[in-house]
């Protein structure tokens, strides 16, 4: 199956116009379209899902009986037959993939509804259960001899999986034995699974009071955008105050998983805790180890200065905790309609690649986005991409802000990146976080970059360039000190169970390093790591934003100076999904990741739009 989902943690993207109405903002919106999940099945009690179980699991025990302990003789005697196994185990794989992605697809669109947890909860139990009878097979595949396995793949028929075969065996060292790694899959339900079930329902129930109105997490977050520092205020009052009232749940959420990831690691040999991701995203420690220091070091010049100009735009010596995301300039009280957004970014993209604009149009015109906000709805923004016999999902909480169209350009270049990737297969479609990443940060710099170009004054191309910047603290700078956050979890987690103070205490430090003196954090703010769903659903998947961004920038200076085919080169990166390591990916563009210095390319980027700015501030205070 593929990767449950691409999120966006720390860009908000609901917000209401600031003076406007709820309705008012509804009414300016347009038709925000709803997603038809029709193409996966008709509905939860449809024959055709409950046939697709019954198939799976009778696919499942036919595979376990002929393949069960047999997989390397099969290799010896012919890798045609085990290039049918592979083929069989593939299509299994689609098949499950497709049930589990309705099922959550369906809660997402409203996790708080009785009736959508049963069932997720139940499709899910069922899944587990057929999977678990197939658990097997990836680890005799790693049983086979090297030699055996590397006769078998002369077969064309074996040869098509090869990049799946040796990324597979690249885990070869942390796999258990079977029963055990049965016991792992089958305790995930009960286990980590209940734990993050338990995590997204006690945000989607909470309410946070502003003003004597009771908001759900998500709009109360994006009053933090609220051009009214009152407001802004008040929100991050109400959040800290709902935070604080269920601090001990979330820290021992926290603790629990972060000694469920231990109990792992260690019987799987992993030595850093962050190793277990970096396999999984098919990137080397040193590599993320780069970036992260990089980045560390690059603190004072990008956040802590921007902050420092920002706390001078809005005529404070410090910036509070909540005027962190405050607009620097006061936004009009028009709301962007969804045609304005729509047209937006497949304007930018068609600029980039027809053919990639087409590809994105499909999501407008089929049903594949689901934009409204809702009562119960998941917050935040993703593009789920089921399995390649379906097509991608998008998420977004829509409300009509610039961000919120810059989300839409993000969550399309995943849907993009998803739909071209689907040619690999199901085994070799999934991409690798990192450069998952790298497709949506793309499709928002292509969006940006438009924007920039036809802002129609100097006054709205710095406001456009501060959000940019802010958008890229927040995918860079934030990012980093989130993952810095969770090292510093899970690496004293090994000594015993943290306490809420400690975990506070964590938080405070790391942001008070990336963020720097120019922002005052008040009472309250130490509570807010409770609600970032990474931590919980995905432990270090935070870094792969930022590797995405760094690696985005220099891309986006390559296609600056390039001549042309570079869109071909690009949608075929795209298209190669998961077959191919980030060197090989890179390798076209003149790129390597593992080069020293390489992410200072990146970070520059980002200083010189900071230097742009200061460059307007010192020309306005000449005149």
């Known amino acids: 199956m593929q990767s449950a989902k691409f999120l966006t943690p720390g860009r908000p993207c609901f917000s209401a116009a600031d003076g406007a109405t709820a309705a008012e903002v509804t009414s300016a919106l347009g038709d925000l379209p709803e997603w038809k999940l029709e193409d996966l099945y008709p509905s939860p009690d449809a024959p055709e899902l409950e046939a697709d179980l019954g198939k799976a699991e009778k696919m499942a025990d036919a595979m376990h009986e002929s393949y069960a302990g047999k997989l390397s003789a099969i290799a010896t005697h012919s890798g045609e037959d085990l290039a049918k196994a592979v083929e069989e185990f593939e299509t299994l794989s689609d098949l499950l993939g497709r049930v589990i992605s309705y099922a959550s697809l369906r809660y997402a669109a409203d996790t708080s509804d009785p009736a959508r947890q049963k069932f997720f909860g139940d499709v899910q139990e069922r899944v587990t259960t057929i999977s678990s009878k197939l658990i097997f097979f990836p680890l005799e595949m790693n049983r086979i001899d090297d030699g055996v396995m590397a006769r078998a793949m002369e077969t064309p028929a074996l040869a098509h999986y090869r990049p799946w075969i040796e990324d597979l065996r690249k885990e070869k060292p942390y796999q258990l034995d079977d029963k055990l790694e049965q016991l792992f899959h089958e305790k ?28 759900s997490l998500e709009p109360a977050i994006n009053l933090l955008l609220d051009s009214d520092e009152e407001k802004r205020r008040k929100s991050a009052q109400a959040l800290g105050k709902e935070f604080k009232e269920n601090l001990h749940l979330f820290t021992i959420v926290t603790n629990t998983l972060a000694k ?29 180890d780069a970036l992260v220091q990089a980045v ?33 300039v006061k936004e009009p009280a028009q709301t962007i309609g969804w045609d304005q957004a729509r047209s937006t970014v497949l304007s930018a993209y068609g600029n980039f690649s027809p053919r990639m604009a087409d590809i994105a149009q499909d999501f407008f015109d089929k049903g594949w986005i689901d934009a409204p906000s809702r009562q119960g709805k998941q917050p935040g923004a993703f593009s789920h991409p ?63 970059r438009q924007l920039l170009d036809n802002a129609p004054s100097a006054a709205e191309r710095r406001a456009m360039l501060a959000l940019k910047v802010e958008d890229m603290i927040n995918t860079v700078v934030r990012q980093i000190a989130f993952y810095w956050f969770e090292r510093m979890i899970h690496t004293e987690r090994r000594q015993g169970e943290l306490t809420s103070e400690q975990l506070c205490e964590m938080w405070m430090e790391v942001q008070r390093e990336s963020l720097g003196p120019a922002i005052e954090l008040g009472e309250g703010y130490e509570t807010f790591w409770c609600y970032i769903p990474h931590f919980i659903h995905s432990p270090f998947y935070v870094y792969a934003y930022a590797f995405g961004d760094c690696l985005v920038n220099s891309l986006y ?26 060197k090989e990916l890179l390798k076209p563009f003149g790129l390597d990741a593992s080069e020293p210095g390489f992410w ?4 520059n980027v980002i200083e010189g739009l900071i230097d742009e700015l200061e460059a307007m501030d010192a020309e306005a205070d000449a005149v």
Not at 201 to 215: P, Y
């Open 260 to 288: 469920d990831k231990e109990i792992s690691d260690r019987w799987r040999g992993f030595e850093d805790v962050a190793d277990s991701k970096h396999l999984a995203n098919r990137v080397e420690r040193e590599v993320v």
């Open 557 to 582: 200076a390559v296609y600056e100076k390039s001549d042309e085919g570079f869109a071909e080169r690009y949608l075929d990166m795209l298209a190669a999904g998961g077959s191919k390591h980030h």
């Open 296 to 328: 560390r070091d690059k603190y004072p010049s990008i956040s802590h200065r921007y902050y420092k100009m920002k706390a001078k735009w809005l005529g404070k010596d410090k910036l509070m905790y909540w005027d962190r995301n405050a607009p620097v």
């Open 386 to 448: 089921t399995v390649p016999s379906a097509h991608p999902y998008v998420l977004l909480n829509y409300l009509g802000k610039p961000r919120d169209v810059m989300t839409l350009a993000h969550e399309l270049g995943h849907g993009v990146h998803q739909v071209l990737a689907n040619g690999q297969g199901p085994l070799m479609a999934p991409t690798p976080l990192t450069l998952a990443e790298t497709a949506s940060v793309f499709g928002e710099m292509l969006t940006f």
């Open 600 to 603: 200072s390319m990146g970070l």
């Open 188 to 215: 995930a339900v009960s286990g980590r699974g209940a734990w993050n079930r338990l995590f997204n329902e006690t945000l989607a129930q909470m309410r946070f009071e502003v003003d004597g109105e009771s908001l």
